[in-house]
């Protein structure tokens, strides 16, 4: 029996609530509210004829779901003039900001659908930052915990939004999270056992500086109990700085054993690491545990065996060695992420829409040239005020062919001249007018047809034996909704290849 849950649905019955964007955690958490016998007013500033909007209203008329709208340029006006018992923020959105301001004066209740869901969950809650693996350490954590034997539930950036199946969770559950900074900014809950994969600039599109993103990171085990637990990449110097803010357990990781263990003695620490036999390696109190070989796991890349040690010292005492070895050898790893698609006259397609910042694709083009692969990359997106160095000579140690289309495209092309280091490349880069967004049916079409036209050139230009891989180096926001539909749309494309 949840009687947080119970006292929360008591409490609610009747009251009125603002839910502020109507995205893909929204709207099951307008449902779930509707449910609950609250008056629910959806905010949201896309106009009335929006295709997202539209939809989403027909899909609520069709359940009998009747809730009150304001949309479009002005639509938070509402928040000063009118007194919500319940304002649900979007992640994108701060508590500092005049509107909420306005609400918390008029006594409304200020959460967001991620914090009251941590602050509801019954089960052992796993959550992951970072700015670069933190889906694939998620899903890892997830498929190794399943493979114990565990229901597992996962949602925050991926899988199912979770708070309306709240009731369905027991203590006995395990439930595993992946959380953005945007959620994390002004989050005062943390998760059971966190893990932080790394810090590099990110989103400073967003965020006010360097130190606020990284001070957002730091929420997901800032108030922890003692009986808490986090795991920290020992190799980045902003993470491995953080041990002295936890109360709890703290465990590190990196492919180096001397840089996990930096913080002392294996025997008062636990750390896991890449032994000079090539075995991934857990050294504790408990003793000395070789997993598995680098070469026996399926999905390639070094940045891909950090992810695997993170997740082995998260699940570490609830995943035992033949739980973890079993999905290693067989996680074929996430969409969107080096994800193979098929093969067509000799050229093998890969997606990776996931890369929404240099450092993404950094990795990528590394994890490729590991295996020594070449050909022609399609990338382009919008630029994060990302650093782009050592970007460049990524690329280029595998693709010498370049389509971009984007409008990050000035960053990538300036990089590329920087340090090509006498290496020959060809770039080609296609129209990208600002404005053309697919969701939009007036500038559709020109969206689809520069993608056409991109992966028609990508295959002109591939040799067999070769490669042709997205990797965008931006997010998805200067053409598409999210990275998902761009690259569920590049995959789609190359399926359709004959």
């Not at 929360?8 to 995205?23: E, H, R």
């Not at 295709?51 to 479009?72: Q, R, Y």
């Not at 796991?297 to 065996?305: M, W």
Request: charged share 25%; proline share 3%; aromatic share 8%.
């Amino acid at each position: 029996m949840n009687r947080k849950l119970n006292d929360l649905i008591k409490s609610m019955d009747g009251k009125s609530a603002a839910v502020i964007g109507v995205g893909i955690s929204n709207i099951p958490l307008i449902r779930w509210l509707y449910g609950l016998n609250v008056r629910v007013t959806a905010f949201d500033r896309l106009p009335e004829d929006d295709p997202a909007i539209v939809k989403a209203k027909a899909d609520f008329e069709k359940d009998g779901i009747v809730i009150d709208w304001s949309l479009g340029k002005d639509y938070l006006d509402r928040l000063m003039s009118e007194a919500f018992d319940y304002v649900f923020k979007t992640p994108k959105m701060r508590y500092t900001s005049p509107e909420l301001v306005a609400a918390k004066n008029n006594g409304s209740i200020l959460t967001s659908e991620m914090e009251l869901f941590m602050n509801l969950c019954p089960a052992k809650i796993f959550a992951v930052t970072g700015s670069d693996g933190k889906t694939t350490t998620t899903t890892l954590i997830s498929e190794l915990l399943k493979e114990e034997g565990y229901k597992v539930w996962t949602g925050g950036n991926i899988g199912t939004p979770l708070l309306d199946k709240i009731s369905e969770i027991s203590d006995e559950d395990m439930v595993v999270l992946e959380l953005s900074s945007f959620q994390l900014l002004d989050s005062v809950t943390s998760a059971d056992v966190a893990v932080l994969t790394n810090v590099t600039p990110n989103h400073l599109d967003f965020h006010k500086d360097y130190n606020e993103y990284i001070d957002a990171k730091t929420n997901i085990f800032k108030y922890q109990s003692p009986m808490g637990r986090v795991v920290l990449n020992s190799a980045c110097d902003i993470t491995y700085k953080m041990k002295d803010m936890a109360r709890g357990e703290v465990s590190y990781f990196a492919l180096d054993e001397s840089v996990a263990k930096r913080s002392g003695s294996s025997k008062l620490k636990t750390s896991a690491y890449l032994n000079e036999e090539g075995y991934l390696t857990i050294d504790g109190p408990e003793g000395n545990l070789r997993l598995i070989r680098e070469e026996e796991i399926l999905i390639p890349g070094r940045h891909n065996v950090e992810n695997y040690l993170a997740a082995a010292l998260a699940v570490r005492g609830f995943v035992g060695k033949d739980a973890f070895v079993k999905v290693a050898k067989t996680f074929k790893g996430v969409a969107h992420r080096i994800e193979f698609i098929r093969e067509l006259d000799g050229v093998k397609y890969y997606n990776s829409s996931i890369d929404t910042s240099p450092n993404r694709t950094i990795n990528t083009m590394n994890a490729l040239a590991s295996r020594g692969q070449r050909g022609v990359l399609i990338c382009g997106g919008a630029d994060k005020k990302c650093d782009y160095t050592g970007l460049g000579d990524a690329i280029l140690k595998v693709c010498d062919r370049i389509i971009i289309y984007g409008s990050n495209a000035v960053f990538i092309k300036s990089i590329l001249e920087q340090e090509a280091s006498g290496r020959a490349y060809e770039v080609i880069e296609l129209e990208s007018k600002e404005g053309d967004v697919y969701e939009f049916p007036e500038t559709r079409e020109a969206v689809l047809n520069r993608f056409v036209e991109a992966l028609d050139i990508a295959r002109e230009k591939a040799r067999e034996g070769e490669i042709v891989i997205l990797s965008s180096v931006g997010t998805s926001y200067d053409h598409f909704r999210h990275f998902e539909h761009r690259g569920d749309m590049f995959r789609d494309l190359v399926n359709g290849l004959n």
